[in-house]
């Protein structure tokens, strides 16, 4: 996750506290950032087989 996703958390939220009519930019501002989080907590290869736990 960049510098730039904590940006557009930033900006989304001050889009909607600035004016409510914002509000869809704020929301694309939000998929955007937490699009990129998403993406670096999957580690590669991983998708589609479940995590071990325990004595796996």
């Known amino acids: 996750m960049g ?6 958390v930033v900006v989304g939220t001050a889009a909607v506290a600035s004016n409510l009519d ?9 998929v955007l950032a937490l699009g990129a989080l998403a993406r670096s907590a999957v580690p590669a290869g991983s998708v589609g087989r479940p995590a071990t736990v325990g004595r796996g």
């Open 3 to 8: 510098w730039w996703a904590l940006a557009l």
């Open 22 to 30: 914002l509000m869809p930019v704020g929301g694309a501002c939000y």
